[in-house]
C-alpha cells in the first residue's frame, strides 16, 4: 500500500524515527514533515518541527496545517533508567505524546503506524511457552518504559482500530545528537 502524503514523523531524536525520516525524505523530500524535541536542534530543516510531547496544541496546529495522509509514530525515550527515576515523565514521552498523535490522526483521516517496543514484554521464560512471542501474548512488562508502551498501544488501538502497531527490539543505530541508541 502507497503511502498517503504529507508525511508526519515523530520522534527525529531516536533511533527509529531519524531513520525513517531519512528514507521516507529522500522519497518524498518536503512532503515529510518531522518533528523532535525543542531541545535537540541536531536534526533542522524546513520540514522539521520543535515540537515538545507536552505541546497538543502545537501538534494540532501542524495537522491543521499539513493535513497528513501518514502518521509515524516513533516517539518515546527508551533510556531505562531516566523512566523509571521519572514515571510522569516516561509517561508524557512513551503513551501521552502517541496518544495524542492517535487521536489527530482520527481526526484527520490519516494513516497511523506507531513504533513500538518489544519490551511490552519480560522476557521471563516462565510466562510463556519456550517459542518466540506472537501477537496475542498476553502483555507483562517490568519497567515504565514497556509499560507505558503497551499502555499507549491499547489506547492507539482503541482510538484509531486500524492503526498498525510496529514493535522493534532495541535500536542499534545512528541517534541525531548521541542521545539516545545502544552504539552511542
Not at 81 to 93: T, V
Amino acid at each position: 500500500r502507497a503511502m498517503r502524503l504529507p508525511i508526519l514523523i515523530l520522534g527525529l531524536n531516536g533511533v527509529p524515527g531519524y531513520a525513517l525520516f531519512r528514507h521516507f525524505n529522500k522519497l518524498y523530500g518536503n512532503d515529510v514533515i518531522g518533528i523532535r524535541p525543542i531541545k535537540h536542534p541536531c536534526v533542522f530543516g524546513d520540514n522539521v518541527f520543535g515540537v515538545d510531547a507536552e505541546e497538543t496544541e502545537r501538534l494540532g496546529e501542524l495537522f491543521e496545517r499539513f493535513h497528513f495522509g501518514t502518521v509515524i509514530d516513533a516517539s518515546g525515550n527508551c533510556a531505562l533508567k531516566a523512566c523509571e527515576c521519572d514515571p510522569a515523565r516516561s509517561r508524557l514521552l512513551n503513551f501521552s505524546q502517541g496518544v495524542d498523535a492517535a487521536t489527530f490522526a482520527s481526526r484527520y483521516n490519516a494513516t497511523l503506524i506507531r513504533i513500538s517496543a518489544d519490551m511490552v514484554f519480560s522476557g521471563n521464560e516462565k510466562t510463556k511457552p519456550n517459542r518466540p512471542y506472537v501477537e496475542t501474548d498476553p502483555k507483562d512488562p517490568i519497567h515504565n518504559y514497556g509499560k507505558h508502551q503497551a499502555e499507549a498501544e491499547d489506547a492507539i488501538s482503541a482510538i484509531k482500530p486500524d492503526a498498525v502497531i510496529l514493535r522493534v527490539p532495541l535500536p542499534m543505530d545512528y541517534a541525531p545528537g548521541g542521545c539516545a541508541g545502544a552504539i552511542d
